[in-house]
């Protein structure tokens, strides 16, 4: 657990991993991470008021989990497997909307001022202590949901003493939107229907002797 000066800002992380060797030649590996983290001062955006620039941050609530694995398979010392694989998700609601007034000032009521939020034909906005408008929720929400596999699959032959062919296999996934999943373990299942980025190469090395 960490907690921040303003006892707000906090995070918890839990961390699972396991480590399987059957037999010398195989091994397996695994790490799963758990993060829930309040963040009271995350970055939402910028305007122009007044030829002076404003800047808006808020409190983001934010989950993430991440599960890495990892497999070795050595059939000769000639020849091998390698695969790695990593599922992640993260998802954040935005709150507390505020501005930054003084940022340098070591009194935190008085490095911000807070906003209020308006509706104006059906949209959402936050407006300052002089009624400025600094951001349009409805088009600029900053709440997320993030999702991303990658993983990679290694061959390794060596098929004459210093020269290698490898075979690699990448799948890659990545979805990110502005809307907010009150489940992170649902984004993280929903990872399967992300549309995959697959990508094929093959390398090959001949060792000269002279």
Do not use: C
């Amino acid at each position: 657990l960490k907690i921040n000066s303003d006892d707000i800002t906090r995070s918890n992380e839990y961390l699972f991993t396991v480590k399987w060797q059957p037999w010398n030649r195989f091994n397996l590996s695994s790490a799963t991470a758990y993060n829930i983290e309040t963040d009271n001062n995350q970055y939402v955006g910028n305007k122009l008021v007044n030829n002076k620039i404003e800047y808006t941050v808020g409190k983001v609530n934010r989950e993430t989990i991440s599960f890495t694995f990892r497999a070795e398979l050595f059939v000769t010392p000639e020849l091998s497997f390698q695969y790695y694989g990593n599922p992640y998700a993260s998802v954040g609601k935005f709150g507390d909307f505020r501005k930054v007034a003084d940022s340098v000032s070591k009194d935190y009521e008085r490095r911000f001022s807070t906003l209020e939020t308006v509706s104006i034909n059906g949209e959402e906005f936050l407006r300052d202590e002089n009624q400025n408008y600094l951001l349009n929720l409805t088009d600029n929400n900053p709440d997320f949901n993030f999702q991303e596999f990658r993983s990679n699959f290694v061959a390794r032959w060596e098929y004459k003493t210093g020269s290698v062919i490898y075979f690699v296999w990448t799948n890659t996934r990545s979805h990110y939107e502005n809307v907010y999943n009150p489940s992170v373990f649902n984004s993280f299942s929903g990872i399967s229907k992300v549309a995959a980025n697959n990508a094929l190469m093959l390398k090959a090395s001949y060792w000269f002797s002279l």
